[in-house]
Structure formats: C-alpha cells, structure tokens
C-alpha cells in the first residue's frame, strides 16, 4: 500500500512536510478564521491586518498593510477580505452629495484591485471575498456568490467570491430549508443589526463552515496542482 521504505509513518511525515510546504496568507483578517482552518490541516498560514488578531494566535499573525509582507516570502495563495464598508451595495445611498465618501470609495477600490493585480500576477492564486458591491465602484466581475446557508449557517449574508487560479467553492451543508422556518430577523442577522461597531463586525465575519470550505477545497486544490 505504501511502497516506499518507512511505509504508513513515513507517508505520514511525507505528507506533512508537503502541507507545511504551502504558504497561505489571509489579507485583512483579524479574527484569524480562515487562518486556523488552514492551520488545522497542516499549511503554513498567516493571517496579516493593521490591528493585532483576536484569533488567539498572535503567532501567526503578521501586524501590519499586506504589502509590507507579501515579497518578503514565496506564497502560494492569497486570500483577501478588503474593507467594504464603501464599496457594498448597502452604502451606495451614503454617496450622494458626500465628496470624501467618494474619496474613500476610490481608495477602497484602488486597495482592491492592488490585491487582486499582486495575487494575479505575484503569486497566481488569489481569493477575494466582499459583499456584493454598487456599480460605483466598478470591481471586476465577481466569479461566484456563496451564503452561509450553504455551508451549515442558519443564516443569508451574500458574499462574493473574485477567484483566479482557483475553483469555485462547493457548498458543503445546506440548510436552507431548516432556516427558512426561523424568524426574518433571525435569518437575516446582518440586515437587521443596529448600525455600529458590531453590525460591522457581523458583516465582516468569515463563518467556520465557510472557512472549512476554503481550507478542505483550496487546500486540496494546492496540494494536486503544486506537487
């Protein structure tokens, strides 16, 4: 089963080294999310933001912009979560006649395609995850929307997926049905949270089963093509 000398143990070590080989960093996560996913199936993964982590591994976190780290080491895949307080649908109303709004929403955007021209063409695989965004913005394309519903989450949030060098994620769980007999309030935790630090901290939440997905599938994904 295993015709190599050292058989299933060295197999075992053979493939750690191979997952601990593949670098991962997680542009713009504090709460170090889909960092740990990654951790727990073995790769080398970095969460990176201007604030400290409350992931509980400062370890893995690197304190500071993403630019500063990103030629620093050889990655193999950046996974980003940009600021999209000003580039989502649900700020778009804020726009209007409100210059530095729109100063900030060109600034966002800039800060966007900066991660997704340095993933693209630096290291050749790159995720950006950011709620469906307004047409002022003008973001490239998105490649996919998931919902948490889809991955075990009694819960809507659409989320965009800009992927390059990657698969679309598949759900894993859907429990749509199961959610749709909870109140609308319920279901909807996002839409329905009172204004302030914590329905942005709500909106910006990467939930575990999608983290899970990100790690099994992109992590199997890496492991095929990079071996």
């Known amino acids: 089963m295993y015709p190599f000398t050292g058989g299933l143990n060295a197999h075992l070590e053979a493939q750690e080294r191979l997952y601990k080989s593949k670098r991962i960093l997680v542009a713009c996560e504090e709460s170090q999310a889909v960092t740990k996913a990654f951790r727990k199936r073995g790769?080398?993964?970095?969460?990176?933001?201007?604030?400290?982590?409350?992931?509980?591994?400062?370890?893995?976190?690197?304190?500071?912009?993403?630019?500063?780290?990103?030629?620093?080491?050889?990655?193999?895949?950046?996974?980003?979560?940009?600021?999209?307080?000003?580039?989502?649908?649900?700020?778009?109303?804020?726009?209007k006649g409100n210059p530095l709004r729109w100063e900030q929403m060109i600034e966002a955007k800039e800060f966007f395609y900066t991660l997704w021209s340095i993933g693209v063409n630096h290291i050749g695989k790159v995720a950006i995850e950011n709620p469906i965004p307004h047409k002022h913005a003008m973001l490239p394309k998105y490649t996919q929307i998931i919902?948490?519903?889809?991955?075990?989450?009694?819960?809507?949030?659409?989320?965009?997926?800009?992927?390059?060098?990657?698969?679309?994620?598949?759900?894993?769980?859907?429990?749509?049905?199961?959610?749709?007999?909870?109140?609308?309030?319920?279901?909807?935790?996002?839409?329905?949270?009172?204004?302030?630090?914590?329905?942005?901290?709500?909106?910006?939440?990467?939930?575990?089963?999608?983290?899970?997905?990100?790690?099994?599938?992109?992590?199997?994904?890496?492991?095929?093509n990079l071996i």
């Not at 604030?51 to 304190?63: A, K, N």
């Not at 996974?79 to 804020?94: D, M, Q, Y």
């Not at 749709?180 to 089963?209: C, D, F, N, W």
């Open 147 to 224: 919902q948490p519903w889809q991955f075990g989450h009694m819960t809507t949030k659409a989320t965009c997926l800009w992927l390059h060098g990657l698969p679309e994620l598949k759900p894993t769980n859907i429990v749509y049905s199961e959610m749709m007999k909870l109140p609308k309030a319920q279901r909807s935790l996002v839409h329905y949270a009172s204004p302030g630090k914590e329905r942005a901290k709500i909106r910006s939440k990467t939930y575990s089963g999608i983290a899970q997905a990100m790690a099994q599938q992109w992590g199997d994904y890496l492991i095929k």
């Open 43 to 95: 790769f080398e993964a970095y969460s990176c933001d201007l604030v400290d982590c409350s992931g509980g591994h400062p370890e893995w976190h690197l304190h500071g912009d993403f630019r500063k780290f990103i030629f620093e080491r050889e990655w193999d895949l950046l996974i980003a979560h940009p600021p999209c307080t000003f580039l989502c649908n649900s700020g778009v109303r804020w726009l």
